[in-house]
């Protein structure tokens, strides 16, 4: 848990790119280096703890809070997002009144063209998420392309829960000879183990009881990936959830940690992980596991 200190009037908020590239200009030193986690609001302890190590990291930091219409290839899902502006400024003010908030208009970000870029990123957008969120990626790399930009980050934060993604983000950088370095940090967990989410706050106090059964499967997954065959795996994980009708597993998939490409048969000299996606109640959760 973090301590909570400041005011939220002590902070730097911007609303516009404009004002805040002349700021960030006019702080920026030969050798300082500037932070950056991105977000879509809704904060939580995972988010807090991006925010904490680039505060530990960098001369200054920047959080970006900006619900990206172009990454949502489901209406419903961006509609419904929690947005929670005025709890989010007291948690980040809380945690210090250091951090610079960019908190934009759709406007501000796409200028009156809200489409997204098209990108190649080497296949690794064609698995899991990439399946089932036709354009996501996209429009996850047309954003942080953009923030970029604007925020020039020596260091950017992202958790590994959305690890897709950062690998994601790591091609997009280097594709496009960005100078950022994007580092990727631990799952955050409730309690019961699940992972910290945004979506979460959609979930009742029963539903969040019930989905530690995710992050349950997944280290059993972890014990079991000792002995068995990834198939022998995923048969077990879809037998879970085929099970327990609170559930619909939408995948789950043992892949490889650098191309994401599925483990068909275990090469030791490779790293592998456990990825899934649940729907609870039309509320979709992401978990992932290292299996090595």
């Not at 920047?62 to 947005?83: A, C, G, H, M, W």
């Not at 590994?160 to 983000?169: R, S």
């Not at 950088?173 to 994007?182: A, C, I, M, T, Y």
Request: aromatic share 10%; net charge positive.
């Amino acid at each position: 848990m973090f301590a909570f200190n400041f005011n939220k009037k002590d902070m730097h908020i911007f609303n516009g790119k404009a004002a805040l590239m002349v700021y960030l200009k006019s702080i920026k030193t030969l050798n300082s280096k500037i932070g950056f986690v991105p977000t879509m609001g809704a904060l939580h302890q995972g988010h807090l703890s991006l925010m904490q190590q680039s505060l530990i990291e960098n001369e200054n930091t920047v959080v970006s809070i900006f619900v990206n219409p172009t990454q949502f290839n489901n209406p419903e899902d961006l509609l419904k997002y929690p947005r929670t502006l005025d709890q989010d400024i007291e948690k980040i003010a809380s945690l210090s009144a250091d951090i610079i908030l960019y908190a934009p208009s759709v406007e501000d970000i796409y200028e009156g063209k809200i489409l997204s870029q098209t990108f190649n990123f080497d296949g690794l957008e064609n698995q899991m998420e990439g399946k089932f969120r036709p354009g996501h990626f996209n429009g996850v790399g047309t954003i942080v392309k953009r923030l970029f930009e604007i925020v020039t980050p020596t260091n950017a934060y992202f958790g590994k829960k959305d690890f897709q993604q950062l690998q994601i983000v790591k091609m997009m950088v280097k594709k496009n000879h960005l100078d950022v370095n994007v580092i990727g940090c631990e799952i955050y967990r409730e309690k019961n183990g699940l992972a910290m989410s945004s979506r979460n706050e959609r979930l009742t106090e029963l539903e969040k009881k019930d989905a530690a059964l995710i992050y349950k499967t997944l280290t059993t997954a972890k014990e079991k990936f000792k002995t068995n065959s990834s198939k022998t795996i995923t048969d077990w994980v879809k037998k879970i959830f085929t099970e327990n009708n609170s559930f619909e597993l939408e995948y789950f998939q043992i892949a490889d940690e650098s191309s994401l490409l599925p483990c068909i048969r275990k090469n030791k000299n490779k790293k592998y992980r456990a990825f899934i996606a649940v729907i609870v109640n039309n509320i979709r959760l992401i978990d992932t596991i290292s299996l090595n």
